[in-house]
């Protein structure tokens, strides 16, 4: 008897649409990046982009050293990763090594709107065959574009191999009402300087999780025209911003 209602039968295999048109395979994917539990948001400036993360340290036993969603591609692209982490790993590796061979053929660094399309092309790939799975994570990439007046780029990578460049946006268990948030802020177009990024970044995700944050809750990467290298901030840097944002409310 054929099973009814629902995504009975049609979650078995991924490469078969349901009665719907619905790849339920691929929609468990973005379940599992919401079920991580953690949110990200990323922030385009007039000059700079910032991703931020939370910082959930499962065990008190572990090095809060070693525990990271922030992750270096080259010398001034960089991403957060949201979702399962040892897919996250993977998916960053694999990004690392196209960035890599860009470079070795065409003689100069990869643009960071050819390599959002290269990892999400290879994400759609992983939805169309029967011996492969989509990756459970998701993908925000920042980086300054190259030039003398390099603008600054930021996009975001789904399962389903949908990429799309941003001036602000939000992923994880908080991502409908992170986008909410950003949506009000960016209701007019706006130039925000490199404080007022990285404060409206923190300010989302503090914003969301209905929370005061500490400076080891969260951790803070940025990349600015003057200084196009991926940097973490120091906790000391973030604290100072968590204190501005406390002090403007």
């Given at each position: 008897m054929a099973a009814r209602g629902g995504s009975a039968g049609y979650d078995r295999h991924i490469t078969i649409f349901s009665p719907e048109g619905r790849l339920w395979q691929v929609e468990y994917a973005f379940k599992a990046i919401k079920q991580s539990g953690l949110t990200s948001v990323g922030v385009r400036g007039a000059d700079s982009c910032v991703v931020v993360s939370q910082k959930k340290v499962s065990d008190k036993l572990i090095d809060p050293t070693s525990v990271t969603h922030l992750f270096k591609i080259t010398d001034t692209i960089g991403c957060v990763m949201t979702g399962i982490l040892p897919d996250a790993r993977s998916q960053v590796a694999r990004a690392r090594q196209e960035a890599a061979d860009f470079k070795y053929n065409f003689g100069y660094d990869v643009p960071v709107s050819y390599l959002a399309k290269r990892m999400a092309d290879i994400s759609q790939v992983y939805t169309q065959h029967a011996y492969m799975r989509p990756?459970?994570?998701?993908?925000?990439?920042?980086?300054?574009?190259?030039?003398?007046?390099?603008?600054?780029?930021?996009?975001?990578?789904?399962?389903?191999?949908?990429?799309?460049?941003?001036?602000?946006?939000?992923?994880?268990?908080?991502?409908?009402?992170?986008?909410?948030?950003?949506?009000?802020?960016?209701?007019?177009?706006?130039?925000?300087g490199y404080d007022e990024t990285v404060q409206t970044a923190i300010a989302t995700l503090q914003s969301v999780l209905s929370t005061d944050l500490k400076a080891s809750d969260i951790e803070v990467a940025v990349v600015r025209r003057d200084r196009r290298e991926f940097t973490r901030l120091t906790e000391q840097e973030i604290e100072a911003h968590l204190t501005a944002i406390a002090e403007r409310d």
């Open positions: 990756l459970g994570v998701g993908m925000i990439l920042i980086g300054i574009d190259d030039g003398e007046n390099g603008a600054p780029a930021l996009f975001k990578c789904d399962p389903a191999g949908y990429f799309v460049g941003y001036q602000a946006t939000c992923m994880g268990q908080k991502e409908v009402e992170g986008c909410n948030f950003l949506e009000k802020k960016f209701k007019t177009p706006q130039q925000l």
